[in-house]
């Protein structure tokens, strides 16, 4: 009849398009976002957690994020001797051991003008405070950056506490990406000004015109300038970090702008950020997941080479680029320049800019982390913007799409595999949603093909979706993630959830289920008068098929078996729940005259479970058959 053939169209129209994907998917994201909140990685934009997947550049500021972010100052070179400092952390206990002298006086450090004299620069042209600890033998607490949290601490190890002075600032020269430095003014008692000036050290040298040599104020030259310098570079290969301080009495100024100019260099200070135990695993795991990390930092380029050979990010012969050499190509030749670098240092943040443009005009998908308010600009620009939870500023965080809760490298790592996990889901219950709706559809189609009635009425086909489409396509979103997730290559941005090898798969495995389903049709009907015991049956077989078959949507790779039967405990609640349901309809009475359906003899059970496991178990011997046919890797 025509209201009949309606009904059943819209039905099948209905069973076509599977209406509750958009909620799936955003339930999806929502509780990958969760998972990742609990890996220190807090996602502020859902779409981003589909182009955490496609990522294959990480770029990395080095302090705090690939390393301790635990200053500990290690060494310190006046020009006369270099001490080195012993301690950890920020307890103020430590001894200074003279490593080399040039002086013979045998001056004790308490007693020596010339460390002092770096040691209470240090501690002035500073910007952090030292607290108690929570208990008396506790380590004291810095609040502010923990560089100069270093410097005052070494500074209480000899005695030197800027809290107790009697110095009043007076005018600030603050930290400046560009000229790599930062000065202090103060007015001491007798009313005579000083500038102290820290920085990175050939900058502090360009300044400066004199140099302090046992407490004696000495023309800077040339030759000495070499010899800093290449201390510097000495200290630096160690994996210290290196700061230039000096000072000026009475500084020359215009009204009150003071200026950094005829300094008189008071000596270098080396200390250690150690690398996180972690990070090193995690950049292993990048280059398995063909993710190329790369160090981007303000550090001198040897401190910076040190610690990325040491993390792996480069190689032991590998160059570090310095922001210098990047101002003397253009970006064509940056372009191509990237692709061989793996290390910046001395960089600004419009070198920072440039890096993320020059790796995306070559196509690749960019993650950039981010704490500075000049970071800003980059971390905007890159396809995925990291900001620091711990110091990254309200600006950095109001321009990125991911915030790390704990400053740490490793957590990258982690939003990226649970970004790859979420998205394999995806494909996971959009193929089991596909598979099942165009199962129904061919197996109605093909009935009437052939000149059957009518196999499955509108409402039973409405109600099957209902159970199938429903919670088994949840229980696929929340799946773990495969153990070989981070060994894949990045999925290419262009890459759609439903290819055309996906949608033939789609085909196929809802043909599996049409059959099964038409087998178990045709097996029970003879006649008019066993129409409706056929029509239970198919029911019956078309909804059961269907939750089995999410088993084998589990992974296109591996078993049911090797992924682990019980490694998804919401997948089996929810088939156990839906298959309650479709067993109610078809057995109690009230239900029964709902959905025109008969209860099913004991011997047809046997039959819809048989046929209902046909679709899956074809699935997983494919499966078996592609693993006993791949190639096997041969020992060397």
Aim: proline residues 5%; hydrophobic residues 45%; negative net charge.
């Amino acid at each position: 009849e025509l209201l009949e053939i309606a009904m059943m169209s819209i039905s099948l129209a209905v069973a076509a398009v599977p209406e509750g994907l958009p909620a799936v998917v955003t339930i999806a994201l929502a509780l990958g976002l969760q998972r990742m909140v609990k890996r220190q990685a807090l996602v502020r934009k859902l779409p981003s957690v589909e182009t955490l997947g496609s990522v294959t550049v990480i770029c990395s500021d080095k302090t705090g994020t690939l390393t301790r972010n635990e200053m500990t100052v290690r060494e310190v070179a006046t020009a006369s001797r270099v001490y080195h400092v012993s301690g950890v952390g920020y307890d103020p206990h430590g001894t200074f051991d003279r490593q080399t002298a040039t002086a013979t006086d045998g001056a004790s450090p308490e007693q020596d003008d010339d460390l002092r004299k770096v040691l209470t620069i240090g501690a002035y042209c500073n910007t952090a405070q030292v607290q108690p600890g929570e208990t008396a033998d506790a380590a004291l607490r810095v609040l502010g950056d923990p560089t100069e949290g270093a410097l005052l601490i070494v500074a209480l190890k000899l005695g030197i506490n800027p809290q107790q002075a009697k110095l009043t600032r007076v005018f600030e020269i603050p930290f400046d990406s560009q000229r790599k430095a930062m000065s202090l003014v103060f007015r001491q008692a007798d009313g005579r000004e000083i500038i102290m000036t820290k920085g990175a050290p050939e900058v502090v040298l360009k300044a400066s015109t004199h140099e302090q040599v046992d407490g004696q104020q000495i023309a800077l030259t040339d030759e000495r300038r070499a010899v800093l310098l290449a201390l510097n570079e000495s200290m630096a290969g160690r994996a210290l970090r290196v700061l230039g301080l000096a000072y000026r009495d009475n500084p020359p100024h215009t009204g009150d702008q003071h200026q950094e100019r005829d300094l008189v260099f008071a000596g270098l200070i080396g200390m250690i950020d150690p690398p996180r135990e972690e990070v090193k695993a995690a950049v292993s795991r990048c280059r398995d997941a063909g993710i190329r990390p790369v160090m981007i930092t303000g550090d001198h380029p040897a401190t910076a080479g040190a610690i990325a050979r040491e993390l792996g990010i480069a190689a032991g012969d590998e160059a570090v680029r310095t922001g210098a050499e990047l101002d003397d190509v253009d970006d064509p030749q940056l372009q191509q320049l990237v692709t061989s670098t793996s290390v910046y240092a001395r960089v600004s943040a419009e070198h920072k800019l440039r890096i993320v443009n020059a790796w995306k005009s070559r196509g690749q998908i960019v993650a950039m982390t981010g704490d500075g308010v000049n970071d800003a600009p980059a971390v905007k620009a890159a396809d995925i913007g990291v900001a620091m939870g711990i110091t990254g500023t309200d600006v950095t965080k109001e321009a990125s799409d991911m915030v790390l809760l704990d400053d740490n490298f490793t957590s990258i790592v982690s939003a990226v595999e649970e970004g790859r996990g979420i998205f394999d889901n995806i494909q996971k219950f959009v193929h089991y949603l596909l598979s099942c709706n165009a199962g129904e559809v061919i197996f109605m189609f093909v009935s009437s093909l052939i000149g059957w009635p009518i196999p499955l009425l509108a409402i039973q086909i409405l109600w099957i979706n209902l159970v199938t489409d429903g919670l088994p396509a949840l229980a696929l979103g929340i799946e773990p993630a495969e153990p070989d997730i981070m060994k894949r290559a990045p999925r290419a941005t262009d890459a759609q959830v439903v290819n055309w090898r996906r949608g033939g798969l789609v085909l196929f495995h809802g043909s599996l289920i049409a059959l099964a389903t038409g087998i178990g049709f045709a097996w029970t009907y003879d006649g008019p008068e066993s129409l409706h015991t056929a029509r239970s049956v198919a029911f019956c077989i078309m909804a059961f098929s269907q939750l089995a078959f999410s088993f084998g949507c589990r992974s296109q790779r591996n078993t049911m078996f090797e992924v682990g039967p019980w490694s998804n405990p919401y997948l089996l609640l929810a088939i156990a729940a839906s298959a309650t349901l479709q067993i109610a309809v078809v057995m109690l009475p009230a239900t029964q005259a709902l959905f025109e359906t008969e209860r099913v003899a004991a011997a047809d059970w046997l039959h819809i479970v048989l046929l209902s496991l046909v679709p899956v178990t074809i699935v997983e011997v494919i499966k078996l058959v592609r693993h006993a046919t791949r190639p096997r890797a041969t020992s060397p």
